[in-house]
T-cell receptor
Framework: DAMVIQNPRYQVTQFGKPVTLSCSQTLNHNVMYWYQQKSSQAPKLLFHYYDKDFNNEADTPDNFQSRRPNTSFCFLDIRSPGLGDAAMYLC???????????FGAGTRLSVL | GENVEQHPSTLSVQEGDSAVIKCTYSDSASNYFPWYKQELGKRPQLIIDIRSNVGEKKDQRIAVTLNKTAKHFSLHITETQPEDSAVYFCAASSISEKLTFGTGTRLTIIP
């Protein structure tokens, strides 16, 4: 059974049209992450929540925002998608520090 | 911050032979080192991990070794099979909930 669930699996949006990707988890993990992965590259951390504390990576563009309304759900908002934002977006969870990260299946975003 | 280098970027081995992928890290405080396997279009999946209080860990055909002095760790896959073909990522973490990933190795098993 999927423990980290991402919806949708595929998302097509238009240039500049806001889009929201969602992630939910049944593991009750306190840390949730959002990664961007482009073809043949390693996952790149955008930001993460440690409980309710939001931690943004220094090089994450302002165009990317996140919300975590409760322990189970986390959202990635892209305010004005550009062509360069087309990628796989991966959500992951872990139980605190130095623990295994469990990844969702990802949402593949296309920008037209 | 942490920097993880991974080599080689591509690796082809005959089925049944062994494969070795190597990673080095820069932060001596790092003490958790997972390896993820990612098949095409799928999620990264943890295959093995090691913590700094041990030097080697084995799980069936997969083993990881860690040399803290030299700041490098390696993944060893023995008796390779076609289903081992994938991209493998190493990662490192210090006293943090964040992972720093290597650049990945595309492993191809030749039948």
């Amino acid at each position: 059974d999927a423990m980290v669930i991402q919806n949708p699996r595929y998302q097509v949006t238009q240039f500049g049209k806001p889009v929201t990707l969602s992630c939910s988890q049944t593991l009750n993990h306190n840390v949730m992450y959002w990664y961007q992965q482009k073809s043949s590259q390693a996952p790149k951390l955008l930001f993460h929540y440690y409980d309710k504390d939001f931690n943004n990576e220094a090089d994450t563009p302002d165009n990317f925002q996140s919300r975590r309304p409760n322990t189970s759900f986390c959202f990635l908002d892209i305010r004005s998608p550009g062509l360069g934002d087309a990628a796989m977006y991966l959500c992951a969870t872990s139980r605190g520090q130095l623990n295994i990260q469990y990844f969702g299946a990802g949402t593949r975003l296309s920008v037209l | 911050g942490e920097n993880v280098e991974q080599h080689p970027s591509t690796l082809s081995v005959q089925e049944g032979d062994s494969a070795v992928i190597k990673c080095t890290y820069s932060d001596s405080a790092s003490n958790y080192f997972p390896w993820y396997k990612q098949e095409l279009g799928k999620r990264p999946q943890l295959i093995i991990d090691i913590r700094s209080n041990v030097g080697e860990k084995k799980d069936q055909r997969i083993a990881v070794t860690l040399n803290k002095t030299a700041k490098h760790f390696s993944l060893h896959i023995t008796e390779t099979q076609p289903e081992d073909s994938a991209v493998y990522f190493c990662a490192a973490s210090s006293i943090s909930e964040k992972l720093t990933f290597g650049t990945g190795t595309r492993l191809t098993i030749i039948p």
